[in-house]
């Protein structure tokens, strides 16, 4: 079981309980982080730090089953691509970490970037909106998942086809 009681900001509410409270308010723009236990707590106002037990493949598992059950919004999952490099000798365990991230994340695009690629969008991010950071016990480096929301009604095909019809010029 992933559930712990928080000591922030209501002892009485566990991290799922957290998410599912707050997902009505998150929209395309905002983040959530399912980070190692090594994760720096970032001083951000628009960070909410919470924790929870386990690893992050559990805690993936519950978000995206989560993020995937509202219609509002969609995941853009993003990877350090480090962790696919990342030797065994160095990592015990690091392979069953990949296989179970696999399994969390099948059928969902999946996009790799160096470690300090993400963090700065993630930095860019929450100056301006709100992120939800989910800090497990794993200790094993570069498991973090970061998980972009977009919007769950409206495509990147959509939104682009209606600049496109913005740049013509109007039927009169």
């Known amino acids: 079981m992933l559930s712990t009681r928080m000591s922030a900001p209501n002892c009485n509410e566990t991290w799922e309980e957290t998410l599912l409270r707050r997902l009505p308010y998150l929209g395309h723009r905002n983040w959530i982080v399912v980070a190692d236990a090594a994760y720096p707590q970032q001083t951000s106002p628009g960070i909410q730090t919470i924790l929870a037990e386990g ?3 559990d805690a993936v598992t519950i978000v995206l ?3 995937r059950s509202s219609s509002h919004v969609r ?3 993003y990877l350090d691509k480090e962790l696919a490099a990342l030797p065994v000798r160095h990592a015990a365990g690091i392979e069953t970490v990949r296989i179970r991230l696999a399994a969390a994340t099948a059928g969902l695009s999946v996009r790799q970037l160096p470690h300090d690629e993400i963090i700065a969008k993630l930095d860019a991010a929450g100056r301006n909106f709100h992120v939800l950071l989910i800090k497990t016990r794993e200790t094993l480096p570069y498991t973090s998942v ?3 929301l977009d919007c769950g009604y409206w495509s990147s095909e ?3 086809d209606l600049r ?3 740049k013509s010029p109007p039927n009169l």
Request: no cysteine.
């Open 55 to 57: 690893g992050v493949a």
């Open 65 to 67: 089953e989560t993020v």
């Open 75 to 77: 995941p853009i999952i």
């Open 146 to 148: 970061f998980i972009e």
């Open 158 to 160: 959509a939104e682009q």
């Open 164 to 166: 496109t019809t913005m």
